[in-house]
């Protein structure tokens, strides 16, 4: 047995450590001792500071022979007069290789800009003892551990599982590169409740595969105290359904009402994993990764103790353990050491705000990591106070303006760019500050809208929700980034180069932008209108796939957007049997600036809100319509379309009904998520 022994080197810095005044004390595991991989462990640290300023706490995590990579970054401690600084729990499950990690504290005081840390080792044993596989439980009673001993280096390996009663298909997990050191350990999942699975491991080596021992696990019944969607398959699959992509991911949302949380299924609507955080109340989950990781922007605790509503954004595994973690308040930091001026804190705003004052809200809608070098990308609030009459405002009072700043992420998730839409804002062919929400939509803090911490005595009393942006894509052929504006009706390109652009606007796609709508079909209204989820599949070759909630063309024909000229009398464009939402596929010429309709599927429900898109494997289409129905019960239909040979309106060869989803997504596997 390995002995552990708790080590914990100071490493105070400072602008002058003789005179340091920020000082780390202490930095404790529960449990302590040597434990096996896949056991939670909670980290707190304790500091003082001899300011009368703020503590923040970072940990950083080095793997056996490895070098630290953030895991939770900097965040606001506690503190009681008098007494210490006691960082926020750090809870840590390494699913990695055997050995001994180190891990670090950092104590900063941002006022002062002095640090100090402490490093632990910490010795992981591994779950395999001798020569055979294992598999063992997880806190999720649909994810297995399966671990094996190592395989030669040059080799890879990877699990495969399926029902041990069925002839069913099995399920393969990543290929993972093989080390001769250390044990080889994944995490399962895809697996439905209550069964029993059989997994071996895989080892290639060349072109020749060899299976290891197989090895039985159960999985656990679903917890009975957990609310679970239920799911009715209304168009079975069809001849020419996709059944490859047999996966449905629901980013589920939860309503006062409805406790539901992100869960995938089958295309028959049995669940077959769920995520269900260990200490947030509220989830959006953004992106499954390759590596059978997700994005998920959480409600919990920042810099502000006032605001908890999409203040961190998290990797986390398919057993629900956080990989990396940051906060609204480390970016704002990071932000503002770039010179962004709308990046503050909301607390730190005097009240009332002055003509000219902005802040960070919190993340919102979207994150991805589909950027070069590890790189990701997340949507954040900015709010800012215009003068009284901006947007039409007639109250005679300064008004808050709602707007959005793409944030991209360096892969030690630092802040490498960001473009904020408010210094884009001086009119064509950029963003207009006097082009108000096509539909005026508007928010008080008891409204849906994501951040108005602006608001109060002294400002007109509703904010203007200028644009909600929704979907981030990152366009691999030119590094561009690619953003959706719901209540511009726009889809906007921004000069990114992979860092390297001017970050201005290239163009804005949609009723009243800069392209021309190829109208083959001769729709009374071709454009799409408050969409979700636009992406540009097959790598960024094309098509551009969305979901056209439709709102603009069903609203009637007097309203807000009626006041902008090219959109006069536009409205309610359909006739009452077919206001509907739409599927829509369009192929875009940017030299002739031109799009042109592959596929304009009306789905049959109007969705309001939410909503999802995507090119399946074999050619057909899915969309997931987000939000349908009343205020009490409202639901989501899974559909898939199969294109026409001519015109641009294909066949339903697929179609089943559940609780409402922000977003969905069909794919093989948990292992094997789309890309775009």
Known sequence: MKIYVFLMVLETVSCNAIFAEVRVALLKPSPGGAQRIGTAITWKAKATNTNSSNLAFRFNVAAPGGTFAMAYDFNLGTHKPGAAWFSRPFRWVPTGIEGVYRIRVVAKDFTTGETASAVANFTVNPLVTGGMPVAVPTTNPLVALFSAPSCPAGSTMRVSFQQASLATPATNTNWVNCDSAH??????????????????????????????PPVAFTTGALPSGMAFPTFTVTVPPGPGTDTVDSTILYTMTRDPQLKYFPAAIDLSGNILWYYLS??????????????GNFLSIEKGPAWNPSITQGQLLRQIDLAGNVVRETNTGAVQQELL????????????????????????????????????????????????????????????LPVDIVGDMLVVLDANWQVAWYFDTFEHAGGAPQLDIDRPAVLGEDCTPSTECQFTYLLGPGIAPKGHDWLHVNTIYYWPPNGDLVFSSRHQDWIMKIDYQNGAGTGNILWRLGPCGDFTFNNVNGDPWPWF???HEVGIENGGLGPMTLFDNGNTRVAPLTGPHSSIGCL??????CSPKDCNSRGMALTLDESAMQVTPLLSQGLGV?????????????????FGTGEVGGEVVRFTYSMEVMPPPTGITGTQTFRLKGSKSYRSWRMPSLYAPPLT
Request: glycine share 10%; net charge negative.
């Open 529 to 531: 209108s408050h969409q």
């Open 337 to 396: 050491a770039m010179n962004a001026a709308d990046a503050q804190a909301c607390d730190a705003v005097p009240k009332p705000a002055a003509i000219g004052a902005a802040c960070l809200g919190g993340f919102h809608h979207d994150a991805i990591q589909t950027l070069p070098n590890g790189y990701s990308a997340v949507i954040a609030d900015i709010e800012k106070i215009y003068p009284p009459g901006t947007q039409g405002d007639t109250t005679g």
């Open 183 to 212: 044990t080889m350990t994944f995490e399962i999942a895809g697996m439905y409740p209550a069964t029993v699975y059989q997994m071996f491991s895989q080892t290639q080596t060349g072109t020749s595969i060899v299976n290891g």
């Open 278 to 291: 260990f200490d947030s109340t509220q989830t959006l989950l953004t992106r499954p990764l390759p590596n």
């Open 606 to 622: 109007y969705a309001w809100a939410y909503g999802s898109a995507q090119l399946l494997e074999n050619g057909n289409y899915y």
């Open 568 to 573: 006069a009398g536009l409205g309610n464009k």
